[in-house]
């Protein structure tokens, strides 16, 4: 039996291998290419998404200058109501150049400086003047940035130069609060007729990039801290 092959045939499996071959086309080399042109597309969508997102950005970088300008304005005006960072030496001379201008002799000076990893409340400054048994919830008020240095002495001398002291002290606020005192007659030392036991609140304040890179410092540790209790919780298996 002789298989033979007419021209109609010829044509047929022209056309079907040609078929074939497009087909092998399309997804061999026209698939990759679509695929590749899906995530060119999806890149550049994305791309122009980031481009939004940083002109905003960029748009409001004159704002946030502006009001950043204003937060260290805001800052250099309060912390110039409080002393600067000060040692025990320089409260130390302070405190006696205030009683040496009131005439009034230092008998004794003790100073406590403040733990520097925390933060002082400036307390109320009428609650000296509160009626004995009284009580007041005075909120903080001023700066967060602020060390509190308790300083007591005792001095000596006439009863105006010592109350003149308290006067002077008194008009130092916020830098300095003054939260107790007591003027007594008959003071023994160098034959003076009074004497003060009198007890006051420094304030000093940290300069605004001291306070900024701690800021960023605690957050950075708090961040961490947080961090890594996720992360043991997470490994942390129930008991059974």
């Known amino acids: 039996m002789t298989l033979e092959i007419t021209e109609r045939d010829k044509k047929i499996i022209v056309i079907g291998a040609t078929i074939v071959v497009l087909v092998l086309l399309v997804f061999l080399a026209l698939m990759p290419l679509i695929d590749k042109g899906r995530k060119l597309s999806d890149d ?24 950043q300008e204003e937060v260290f304005s805001q800052y250099g005006m309060l912390s110039s109501t409080y ?70 002495m005792t001095l000596s001398g006439n009863r105006k130069e010592l109350q003149n002291m308290i006067d002077m002290c008194m008009a130092e606020r916020p830098k300095q609060q003054v939260i107790s005192f007591s003027l007594n007659e008959n003071s023994s030392i160098n034959n003076n007729p009074y004497s003060l036991a009198l007890s006051v609140n420094l304030y000093m304040c940290e300069d605004i990039d001291t306070y900024i890179a701690k800021q960023k410092e ?6 961490a801290e947080e961090k890594a209790g996720q992360t043991a919780e997470a490994t942390t298996e129930p008991l059974q």
């Open 83 to 152: 002393y600067p960072l000060m040692g025990s030496q320089d409260i130390d001379r302070l405190m006696t150049g205030i009683a040496l201008k009131n005439n009034a002799y230092v008998e004794n000076l003790q100073i406590t400086m403040p733990d520097m990893e925390t933060y002082a409340a400036v307390n109320s400054y009428n609650d000296i003047f509160l009626a004995e048994g009284t009580s007041t919830q005075s909120e903080a008020a001023g700066y967060d940035g602020t060390y509190c240095v308790k300083v007591d």
């Open 218 to 223: 605690l957050q950075a540790k708090a961040e």
């Open 44 to 67: 550049i969508v994305t791309e122009q998404l980031v481009k939004q997102e940083k002109e905003v950005k960029v748009g409001g970088y004159p704002g946030l200058l502006g009001r």
